[in-house]
């Protein structure tokens, strides 16, 4: 045996090589069983980047879909409700250029909820049909209100109404979800300042 | 002496300490009212427990700890709760909270108090639930419940308790003063945190600036195991990771607590207020706060009862307003202003400075960063503060992160030592905000993600639901065409008898004699395909067959009624029966049918056949069967024309009229829904006869023509017989029998409600017939739209007139739904003033305005149809001009006007109904807006 290879190195390599292949192929196709992974992988990705609003804004029924058009090819500036942020960190993963967004900018980056006048709703249930996210509740010829807390803001249950008694109200800011403003940068005076920030001149 | 470590960085700011200091600490005069904020902690706003006027004593439980991390409020004078709504607080936003506020009766009267006597034997959970009842959070600014904090042994095993003595930051002198005063306090305080920690060392760490302290204490903890450790000053040496490091050498990991290395840590102020809350029972109603600044003519240490406004401090210090720069709560290095005076003292209120302007002169101008990294040199934290600046500006939160922005503990060291005035602290404040937020949204994504995806589950669930359902419904209405006989079977065995031996003897027979019938037709089936001479033998079998089974069938038919009139003196029996007998009739009509069918066939094969005697024979047979199918319809119809005899018999001795009505208005139902069924039969029928007659016609046969076309009059004349009983039935409704208990009034209000809902079913019916109105019409027009393209102008105009009549239908429908709709409002607005005849003076007022609001709900629906009408008009309109149909535009402008003029008058029945009203304003408003839209 030995001897033939050391006779035939040619044909040994030959050998060793197709051994070799086989095995790594092998490997790999029973790898590719194994470990298959089902969809694909980037619309999930893209999809945990959205911001779930389920507005259809960008025009397409609901995030995942536009994830999946996003994975496709499509623009990654339609989603007004997730704003530059979200562009951008879509521009990062798919590796593209970041691009200014397609929306009216005063529609950009502030949070709404949708609001019933109660006593002038009927009670026709079609913004309940429209809400993608069941934040609505109410029965037929019953009034209709508006979970806070899980409205989205996408504003679709605006156009189904009959009555028009549906507002976006802006989201009101509360001592509960206020935060720091942002420091206006340089040659500017930080009007809450204080003497940790004055240099030791105290 | 104990060895000491040090912390990176550090800056040593001019202390200022000495100004308060020069005085014992005094009690605050007793406020006039106090404002009690529900959240002066870290976790969940307490939960009042009182109500607006309520007199409470001072030490009293104002507020309710809510949920694990939150703690009790008590009320820290005596007097009346005036208010429990939003209060401007203290706090960096400027921003109102919920507060209770209460108004001092001067008196000062305290509830009773519980102190724990022999703590040193209580257990630990008696001292837990002591200090969580005292309502006691840290004191050194943070306020998280200190309760919570000291559970922290149930999950880690701590070795060192550290007290915070430290007291690091500039002007600040009231844990100084505390300790100089109440050494003893503290000393007690450490011991009760000793025994409840259990650590095999307690560490009290105090900068060296303090020597009057140092000394009490030490006094104080001699003969204790408790250590007092004097550390040099170094500013924010009181940090609790930075104090742990300076006294343990250990360091707190990044994102951990001080219990992962074993450690845990207090403030001295704490421990004062843990001592009066055991051995005295106290809670937390009152602290030590410094009032310093040269802004203050008065700089001293008050203890002070929390909620006091600060306006009262204020002039107690004697506060100059116009040499004041600012005003701040806590120190100069991590204290915020404070907008307005009329702000409460809160538990964590350690300090109120009022600097001059020349103490504290305005801040400098933001110039650019230079990169010199001196703030790295000041970082107690050790992080990267140029960098963290960098990447806030550039909002670059994830770099931020993985920087460590959020172990900075905000303590204003490297603002402090920027040449470029850089206010750092905010730039961190700002990115950690906007991270939290971030993350909220992140978590509210997911949930709105996983409440889209159940919806759509939930849609296409309801969807196959409702699928499967109709697929149910049609093989359902499919199988008794098919399998008659089945039925009639199964049905007939299913009927529960009374005299159940007798019955089942019939069945038996019954099922015999059917099978001898089939065995019957079988052989003279036979017979006639192989066209035997001799007939009549078999035929002669079949029709014994026949007969026997038509008795059995008769005798299981008087067998049932029989036994159902002996013992069935209850209503719900004698219906049952009926419905049994109308089961087993409509069975037997349909058995009968199929028997005609059967002898029709049998009659075409003979015709085909050509034998003449046959023909004959079959045609007997046939005219029998329909005897016999006319016969089964007779009784049908008697049963169901005769609505349930034996009830009105019983209904006077049954006092209860409506159980009565009750049951007539289900009778009434069924027999309604027998019409509709029937009509719809008999409109089969004619759909068949009219078929047939067109064969007839193709094959050229002019008595069959005939014969097919009686057949499809009498078809006709039928249909229009179920239909007129169908209207009867729909026209009136079972209220005549009630009338007897016409002074009943319970009776009355239950008639009318039936009324009600008959007229609501009409009008329901009503609205379906001017939807399929509309339908026809449609199908009309694109039929016409058809003819009109292929061209052929007869059956243009059929469809001309189809489209007509059809349109006169509709507005018939609608004729008669508004008819309805008045008539339901005429009956809706009946029982109200019948009501408010009888209740007279009571609550008429209140009626009125219920059916009003009724009235104006119906006329805000009209409205919005109205409305969808108009711009539908509008739209087809548009439509007509772009396709440049002449005809057509001024059609749609009289279709578009009349919309209008509807409209119109729905907004002045809107109108009228709202000015009716008084007080509903904004509906009105809105109106006109619409008006003015319009």
Known sequence: ?202 | MRKTWDFHGGIHPEENKHQSTQFPIVDAPLPNKVILPLQQHIGAPAEPVVLVGEKVKTGQLIAKADGFISANIHASISGTVVAIEDHAIPHASGMTDECIIIESDGQDEWVELEPLADWESASVDQLLNKIASAGIVGMGGAGFPTAVKARTRERHSIDTLVINAAECEPYITSDDMAMRTYPEQVITGAKILCQLVDPSSCLIGIEDNKPEAIKALQDAAKGTHIEVVVIPTKYPSGGEKQLIQILTGREVPSGGLPADIGVVCQNVGTTIAIYKAITQGEPLISRVTTLTGNAFNRRQNFTVRLGTPINELLELGDFDQKAASRLLMGGPMMGFSLQGDELPVVKTTNCLLAPTHDEFPDPELENPCIRCGMCEQACPAELLPQQLHWFAKAQEFEKAQLFNLFDCIECGACAFVCPSHIPLVQYYRYAKAEIRREDEEAKKAERAKIRFEQRQARLEREEAEKAAKRKARMAASAKPKTAPAATAASATSSAPALDEAEQKKLKIQRAAAAVALKKADKALAEGKEANADNLAEPEQAQQQAQQKLNDIDSKLGTAKPSASSAAAPANSQVSEEREKALKQAKIAAAASKAAIKKAEKALATAQEAGDEAEIKAKEADLATAKANADKAADKLKALQSAPAPSATATAPTTDNSAALAEQQKAEHEKALKQAKIAAAASKAAIKKAEKALVTAQEAGDEADIKAKEEAVATAKANAEKAADKLKALQDTPPSAAPSAAAGNAAALAQQTEQQKAEQEKALKQAKIAAAASKAAIKKAEKALTAAQESGDASEIQNCEQALTTAKGKAEAAANKLADLQQQANATEAKPAADTNAKTSSSAPSEEDTAAKGKALKQAKIILAATRTALKKAEKALAEAEQSGDADAISEQQQTLARCQKKFADAEQKMAELTGDEQGNNTVSKGNEADTASV
């Open chain 1, 1 to 202: 045996m030995t001897e033939f290879f050391t006779n035939h190195p040619v044909l040994a390599a030959v050998i060793g090589l197709l051994v070799l292949a086989s095995a790594f192929g092998a490997m790999l196709g029973y790898a590719s069983i194994r470990f298959k992974v089902e969809g694909n992988p980037i619309v999930d990705q893209i999809d945990n980047l959205l911001p779930q609003t389920q507005c259809g804004q960008c025009g397409h029924p609901g995030c995942r879909p536009y994830a999946e058009a996003i994975a496709n090819g499509d623009d990654i500036n339609k989603c007004p409700p997730g704003g530059e942020s979200t562009m951008e960190a879509l521009a990062e993963l798919m590796g593209r250029d970041p691009m200014p967004l397609d929306a009216d900018l005063e529609d950009i980056g502030v949070k709404k909820v949708a609001y019933i006048r109660e006593d002038e709703c009927i009670g026709c249930t079609k913004c309940i049909q429209a809400c993608p996210v069941d934040a609505i509740v109410g029965a037929t010829k019953l009034m209709h209100t508006v979970i806070a807390k899980e409205c989205t803001g996408c504003d679709l249950c605006v156009e189904p109404c009959p009555v028009d008694c549906i507002d976006m109200l802006p989201v009101e800011t509360t001592i509960k979800n206020w935060s720091w403003p942002v420091p206006e940068g340089p040659n500017a005076r930080f009007s809450t300042q204080v003497f940790a920030t004055d240099g030791g001149q105290a």
